[in-house]
């Protein structure tokens, strides 16, 4: 399979006569951004189990650097977190 490398894998559960294993970490090509086919990521990945999709963006570079990050969270009026920072889990 051209383009994906497997780092690690998901079995299916749905069918457990099916032992392929998926891989969670492939690498996006000129040719398939996805790292393969529309169709088979909409069927194998989408809202259904995690995938890292290496150089999906390429030549992409990030409009804020990690220093100015740092300092919008510490100004007032910036929203932070999505959870309180004192519970000791988060609950969704």
């Known amino acids: 399979m051209r383009g994906v490398t ?5 079995t299916m ?3 457990p006569s099916r032992t ?3 891989p969670f970490e492939i690498v ?3 040719d398939q951004p996805l790292g393969m086919p529309a169709e088979r990521f909409l069927r194998d990945y989408w809202h259904k189990r995690p995938l890292l999709i290496r150089n999906a963006f390429p030549g992409f570079e990030t409009p804020v650097q990690p ?3 740092a300092g ?3 100004e ?3 929203l932070g977190p999505a959870w309180p920072a004192k ?6």
């Open 87 to 92: 519970r000791a889990c988060w609950r969704g």
């Open 6 to 10: 497997l780092r690690g894998s998901h």
């Open 76 to 78: 007032e009026g910036v």
């Open 67 to 69: 220093e100015d990050l």
């Open 20 to 22: 392929a294993a998926l």
């Open 72 to 74: 919008l969270a510490c």
């Open 28 to 30: 996006a090509t000129r």
């Open 13 to 15: 559960k749905k069918n």
